[in-house]
């Protein structure tokens, strides 16, 4: 469903991807790891267009993007939740939701589509009428994501759903990753909470200074002692939970 090749981008004259290459299937749920400052959320702000990379190219359903307006590329079926939420705090619940589904102009499949943001995040519709920049952290991180949905995108980005959370919250937001998953949304997740990330995904990439030096498998990646020593750090793992522990 995605392909990127050999993907450079900067911001002036600094460089923050040097020839990245990653591919998600269609109904994958793909991880990218790695540290703050490694390029992680420009590799997503690359796809949705919002930077343009300097050499390299990216592929949605075999049609070039990267040279497309971030516009044209939400209407081929590319969400994207940004790190930090990044909602419309001076609208309400409500107003967020219609401001996601901006391309829908038949008002009963508008209905629909918000009555299935509530399906996922029952709080949202108790709090439809209430100003979003009033709501919690993890509220407004329900938010963006169904936002991100509005449109029934066919690959869904997150960019560090965990971000700011509490533990209780982030089993709650991972959860529903799950579930979105499960019923068919191909993701791709940018996440540092690695223990939880494994738990979900499909297959990850490990990025760092801009450079992807591993990929695999979660069960692969685990078995990496880089991957052990940087993002786990010393324990054991354990087979059956998928997760490190010590």
């Not at 949605?60 to 590319?78: P, S, T, W, Y």
Request: proline letters at 2%.
């Amino acid at each position: 469903m995605l392909r990127l090749i050999g993907v450079e981008t900067y911001y002036g004259k600094i460089k923050a991807l040097h020839g990245v290459s990653l591919e998600v299937l269609e109904g994958q749920l793909v991880c990218i790891l790695g540290a703050n400052g490694a390029g992680k959320s420009t590799i997503l702000k690359s796809i949705t267009g919002l930077v343009e990379p300097e050499y390299g190219t990216i592929h949605f359903n075999n049609q070039r993007i990267d040279r497309m307006e971030a516009e044209d590329i939400v209407k081929l079926g590319i969400g994207h939740v940004p790190e930090w939420r990044r909602i419309f705090s001076e609208l309400t619940v409500e107003e967020n939701l219609l401001m996601g589904g901006f391309l829908l102009k038949d008002k009963d499949m508008l209905h629909d589509r918000m009555e299935e943001a509530f399906h996922h995040f029952p709080i949202l519709k108790n709090r439809r009428t209430q100003q979003a920049g009033n709501m919690s952290g993890g509220e407004q991180q329900m938010l963006a994501i169904s936002r991100a949905l509005m449109l029934k995108p066919k690959l869904l980005l997150l960019d560090e759903p965990s971000l700011g959370l509490s533990p209780l919250l982030v089993q709650d937001i991972f959860a529903t990753i799950k579930e979105l998953h499960k019923a068919g949304t191909t993701i791709l997740l940018v996440e540092q909470n690695v223990n939880q990330a494994l738990k979900i995904a499909d297959y990850g990439y490990v990025l760092t200074t801009g450079k992807i030096f591993l990929s695999g498998t979660y069960e692969e990646l685990l078995e990496e002692e880089k991957v052990r020593e940087q993002y786990l750090g010393e324990g054991k793992y354990n087979r059956r939970a998928k997760v490190w522990s010590g």
